[in-house]
Every structure is written in structure tokens, then in C-alpha cells.
């Protein structure tokens, strides 16, 4: 299979595997969250009753967190796809 076929044929798994990603993603940090503070929600930036600390740790987890899912996602998704075909999605 040629490198650009073998993309565009994981392109619909890929879109799969990141929604499934950030659903899960969300799902962690919220419980997350809730560790670190007793509110059930994280601050939102517009947030004017929550301070600049808080938003921005808030935000900074967040983000690694959907990152760190990502990448395991689409690590695992690659992974699958080349023992399925043979062949590294690219």
C-alpha cells in the first residue's frame, strides 16, 4: 500500500481514535479536578469569581492530560492499524 493511500485510509480511524481521546480525556481531568479542588468544575478563564492561579493551573493540567491521552490514543491506534496491514500509517 502506497504511504498516501495508507494515510488516507487511517484518516477515518485517526477521527475515531481522537474523539474517543478527548471524551476520555475529559473524563480524567474532571475527576482530576475534583482531587485538587472541592468545586465540581474547573475555573474557566472568564471565570471573574476564580483568580489567575487557579485558572491557569486548571488549564495547564488540563492540557497535559489531553495530551498525554492523545498521544496514547494515537500510539495505540498506529500500533493496531500496522499489525493489522503490515504497514506504519503515516
Known amino acids: 500500500m502506497s504511504k498516501g493511500v495508507n494515510k488516507l485510509a487511517y484518516r477515518p480511524v485517526g477521527l475515531l481514535l481522537g474523539a474517543a481521546a478527548g471524551m476520555l480525556a475529559g473524563a480524567a481531568f474532571r475527576q482530576v479536578w475534583k482531587l485538587i479542588d472541592s468545586e465540581d468544575d474547573a475555573p474557566s478563564a472568564t471565570d471573574e469569581n476564580r483568580g489567575w492561579g487557579e485558572v491557569l493551573v486548571a488549564a495547564a493540567i488540563q492540557g497535559a492530560i489531553f495530551a498525554v491521552v492523545k498521544a496514547a490514543v494515537d500510539r495505540g491506534g498506529a500500533?493496531?492499524?500496522?499489525?493489522?496491514?503490515?504497514h506504519w500509517p503515516a
Open 79 to 86: 500500533t493496531g492499524v500496522r499489525k493489522l496491514t503490515g
